[in-house]
Structure formats: structure tokens, C-alpha cells
């Protein structure tokens, strides 16, 4: 078993070498729970439930603000007792997420925890603003923001942002080849979705052809995206993108899969449980050396260190600089057969899901 070592974080390794064939079936859709989120009413209150918890809205202003960010379906009427027994915990007036927003009068800022600071004049918002084009605007709201957040002040123009979102527990990868399920589980339940390890696993197997599920490779980017999509049907696969794309996602308060790569591997061209594999054995079968590449998941960030915050599929967690980061995430082939066979399977550098 390879092995990846950062700092005193060991890490397996799933490689990712891919063959020339089409990989990807579609998932039929899973049995829906009330894990989905969506906004629910009593009868007199509008909640939104986010798959772990509900929140409410104090006024019509503050639903249809909230609707603008979060463009959820309704999940219907629910009593008391129904929202007590499956929607968790009740956390108080909804918050917004980390971003820019107004009353018409002045710009405030949203830290994304239920506090908000206003900024004292244009040029503050600007010196803010600027080095910040990734964070989104929320838009106009219509009641006071003391209804629902706490105001801390003026704004510092010069304040750096830390974001260290709750991933909830998930077993760790107990094998050479799953880190991209293992992710997407991790993933799926920060979301609420009770994302088992093992069934998303068995999941993402299926979307794979034999001959790989021979091999014993790694998850491909699309696959992975079929594998999530039932659950999460928003889930968006960006390749070839950038650090601002997921400094972004990580504001609006989404953890971002990732592909690193963390070295070499060889790779021999016939699996070993074909019947070519064990006949050639493995002085004759051939190999070819390709990127080891592993998924993890983000977050988080801190930007006083210019750092991500990882968590690996073995549980552990690290910060990596944005540097370090790129220099994983950026990586390249060359060219030959394992070019040929990696950009069949659309597997590119910078690639991420969130």
C-alpha cells in the first residue's frame, strides 16, 4: 500500500489511472428523507431547514431576503411535534452566510455566524471589497438586520477572515482506491444526508465498468459527480478552475472536494484479477508510471496564513498554504499513454466538486 505522509498525517493513497473507456451509469435516485433541505411552515412560521437544523424568519422581508440566497424547495407543513422529532434543533432567527448586503442606506458585511459590522465610508468598503472580489452580494434587504443578526461595529477594512466548517464523523478509507467516496460521504453529511461510507463506495463502484473495477482504480471526476448527484442534484464539477472559485465556496458555507496529486505510482496495464493479469504475472505484465492522485475534502480557510484547511479521507485534518496547495492541485502528466488514457476520462488538473 502506498503511503502519503504530510507532516505526522499519514494518508492511503487512492491512485487514479484510468482507461480509455467510458466509465459513468447513471444512480437511480435515493429513497428521500427528511435530510433534504427546504423551507417548512407550522401554519404561522416559515423555517428552513438546512438537513441538520431549522431556523425561522421573523418577518416576509427576511424570507424572501433569505429566498434570494437560498433558492430551496418547500418542503410543506409540518406541526410542532413533526419538526421537533425530524429536523433536529431549532438554532433561532436565521443567519446569513458570509457576504455583502444593504438596506438602501449603508453596506454591511455578513461574517456568516450571526454577526454583521457596517462599513463607516465608501473607501472602507473599497479597501474591504476590492482584495474580495470571491465573496458574494447578498442583496437589499427590507427590515432592520438587528431583528435577526447581531451588529459588532464599524467594519475593519484590513480584518482576515477564518472559516472551519463542521464535517461530521465518517470512517476512515480502509482501502487503496476509495478516497473519492470516502469524500463524497464526508461531503454528503455535512449536508445531513446519513452518507454512509461503505453504501457510497458500493455507489460509485457501479457507476464504473468492469475492466476498472478490475484494475482497482480510483473514482473519476464525473463518476464522482454521479455518485453524489441523487443526493445533492446542485452539485457542480468544475476542471481546470481556480483558488477563487473555492475561496468563494467555502464563504457561502459549501466544502469543497478536491483533486490532489501527492506523487508517483506504477501502474501495471492489466489488472491482476483479469485472466491476462495472472497469466503474464508480475515480472511480465508491463507498467507505466502515473499520477498518484487523491481526493480530500476542504473545509475551511485561514486567511491571516494564506492557508486551506484539509481534511483527509483518514480523518485527519491539516492546513496547507495556498502555494503548497496549487503546486498539488496544478499538477501535470507530460504525454503518452497516460495522458491519453487520463484526458479520456476527463481527469484534469484543478479539478474540484462542491
Known sequence: MTQYKTGCIIAVICCLFVATISASKP??????????????????????FNG?????FVSQGHLRFYQQVFSSPSKGRRSQDQLRQYFGQYTGPCSLPTGYFDNGQAVFYSFGNGTYCGFANPQ?????????????????????????????GACDPNMKA????????????????????????????????????????????????????????????????DTIKPYRPEIVLKRGTNLTEIISA????????????VGSIKLKL??????????????????????ALHWVVI????????SLL????????????????????????????????????????RTILY
Open 52 to 56: 441538520r437544523s431549522y431556523c425561522g
Open 310 to 349: 484539509i481534511q483527509d479521507t483518514n480523518g485527519g485534518t491539516y492546513p496547507i498554504s495556498y502555494d503548497k496547495f496549487n503546486d498539488q492541485w496544478n499538477w501535470s502528466v507530460g504525454s503518452g499513454v497516460v495522458k491519453e488514457a487520463i484526458d479520456a476520462e476527463g481527469v484534469t488538473t
Open 124 to 152: 472602507a468598503l473599497d479597501t474591504h471589497g476590492k482584495p474580495r472580489g470571491y465573496l458574494p452580494r447578498l442583496g437589499r434587504i427590507d427590515i432592520e438586520p438587528d431583528r435577526f443578526l447581531k451588529y459588532t
Open 250 to 261: 467555502l464563504y457561502q458555507r459549501k466544502p469543497v472536494i478536491a483533486l490532489l496529486r
Open 162 to 225: 477564518r472559516i472551519a466548517l463542521d464535517i461530521p464523523y465518517v470512517e476512515p478509507q480502509n482501502d487503496d482506491w476509495s478516497c473519492g467516496p470516502n469524500s463524497a460521504a464526508r461531503f454528503l453529511k455535512f449536508y445531513g444526508w446519513d452518507a454512509s461510507y461503505p453504501g457510497i463506495r458500493r455507489a460509485a463502484a457501479a457507476t464504473m465498468p468492469q475492466l476498472l473495477r478490475d484494475m482497482e482504480v480510483g473514482t473519476t471526476p464525473h463518476a464522482l459527480r
Open 27 to 48: 444512480l437511480s435516485a435515493p429513497q428521500q428523507k427528511e435530510e433534504m433541505a427546504g423551507y417548512v411552515d407550522d401554519g404561522g412560521t416559515v423555517y428552513y
Open 299 to 306: 473545509y475551511g480557510l485561514d486567511e491571516n496564513a494564506r
Open 270 to 291: 492489466v489488472g491482476e484479477r483479469t485472466i491476462v493479469g495472472r497469466v503474464l504475472g508480475d515480472d511480465l505484465n508491463p507498467h507505466v508510471t502515473a499520477p
